[in-house]
């Protein structure tokens, strides 16, 4: 299949390209080397015909697809202009320089043995998805780096179906804007953003997540900020006067509920997290994350807090530990909620591309999540890869096709649904 062909020729010639980002960096983007995949995504707009594709001072390339919609048609300027976005950047933690991208045809079921490491194996016994996979195309790194299916392969698909618009010019839709942007990976994709500019009323990321996933949920994140206030003395005559801010800290700390923690909790279940701890005897410090699906979740956990706060100010009199909380960000469902039809129809898009849809909440925050807030509801549309963020990262051809097909069919169904 030719198209199949060009979809695998793209996503290899991408992930050649290093982009990885940097969390210690302070510039924008993080680092200069993505912009290199960035330029080169803007020649590839422009040849596929979207004429005003350009790259801005931070990185971020954007580009229209008009509406092809022709005056007399019932939906003719109905469709809402829809955004379809993908990340340039990898992992920040995991080599992108050199990814030789090894395509493994009519996968046999086995384990994949990666040949530039041969101690990197992608277990068929440790990965259930696998199964699925016997007689399909699978696309890995060669051992020594990350893939870069996250988000080269959304990034690669974005492309096959706008190429797909090229080639099919009776299929409708309404205005489409692309946009591909750096630095999602170390959490500042939309920083410098420019939703007036991106101009899209809905968008979809195309990013990570198994075939048939759409997430349209994210965690509610506050962050707590924990002093803990002593009393220094000096210690050869501290008896019955010091209060040891670092051990009334510690003290807390483990009086929190241990099951409530990143290592103790998965699925929709919320966690209190100590990040980092500093201080001196007179006074202790740490930072918390609070994650949970709901706010309520948000409150109870903060509750906890300041119960194990008051429970060391009684425990040690004289001593003070105040809590005090910042919000970091809410999910998204609840503004998706408000425009239900947006994920509605993206999964009615990948029943359509004959597949069960999968609706998953993400245990973090994301780039569509911020821009969701920032007045364009943005779901996450599935890109097939798996595994993202390791050396075993691999993903399967056919559900970057699929992924394609969804996207087709969900700008078909926003045509379709914008008639009176
Ligand atoms: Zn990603």
């Known amino acids: 299949m030719p198209d199949r062909e060009s979809l695998l020729d793209r996503f ?60 007399g048609h019932p939906a003719f300027g109905k469709v809402p202009t829809l955004g379809l976005l993908g990340h340039v950047d990898t992992y920040h933690e995991v080599s992108g320089a050199g990814v030789q991208p090894q395509v493994h045809r009519y996968y046999d ?6 040949p530039g490491d041969p101690s990197v194996v992608i277990r068929a016994a ?53 946009a591909f942007t750096p630095d999602e990976e ?4 939309t920083e410098h953003f420019d939703v007036k500019r991106f101009g899209a009323t809905f968008a979809y990321t195309v990013d990570g997540s198994g075939v048939g996933e759409l997430e349209s949920e994210t965690f509610c994140a506050d962050t707590a900020f924990l002093t803990v206030t002593g009393a220094d003395v000096h210690p050869g005559y501290a008896k019955g006067k010091m209060l040891n801010a670092v ?4 003290d807390l700390i483990m009086a929190l509920p241990q099951h409530r923690t990143p290592e103790t909790t998965e699925g929709r279940e919320g966690y209190l997290h100590p990040i980092n701890v500093s201080g001196n005897v007179s006074e202790a410090k740490a930072q918390f994350l609070v994650r949970d699906f709901a706010e309520e979740g948000l409150r109870d956990l903060e509750a906890t807090l300041n119960a194990a706060a008051a429970w060391v100010e009684r425990k ?21 909620d ?83």
């Open 316 to 336: 040690y009199p004289g001593a003070r530990a105040q809590v005090e909380i910042k919000e970091s960000y809410r999910n998204m469902k609840y503004v998706l």
């Open 186 to 189: 170390v959490g500042r994709g």
């Open 109 to 114: 079921g086995g384990d994949i043995v990666l």
């Open 12 to 71: 290899c010639r991408y992930v050649r390209i290093d982009t990885q980002s940097s969390a210690t960096s302070s510039s924008y983007p993080s680092t200069e080397k993505q912009k290199d995949l960035l330029r080169v995504l803007v020649a590839d707009l422009k040849a596929a015909g979207l004429a005003d594709a350009e790259m801005d001072e931070h990185g971020y390339v954007m580009a229209t697809l008009p509406s092809n919609i022709p005056p």
């Open 126 to 178: 440790e990965e259930p998805a696998l199964a699925a996979c016997k007689g399909l195309t699978i696309v890995t790194g060669d051992g020594t780096t990350l893939l870069g299916a996250d988000d080269k392969a959304g990034v690669a698909e974005i492309f096959e179906a706008l190429w797909r618009f090229h080639d099919q010019p009776t299929r409708l839709h309404g205005p489409i804007r692309v």
């Open 338 to 420: 408000q425009h239900a039809h947006v994920t509605d129809y993206a999964e009615e898009a990948i029943r359509r591309a004959g597949l069960t849809p999968k609706r998953s909440s993400i245990r973090g925050g994301t780039d569509g999540a911020r821009l969701t807030f920032m007045g364009v509801p943005t779901p996450n549309l599935f890109d097939g890869s798996m595994n993202f963020h390791g050396k075993k990262e691999y993903v399967p051809l056919e559900w970057m096709e699929s992924a394609v097909d969804t996207m087709l069919h969900l700008f078909d169904i926003w045509v379709e649904k914008s008639r009176d």
């Open 247 to 250: 051990r009334i800290l510690a």
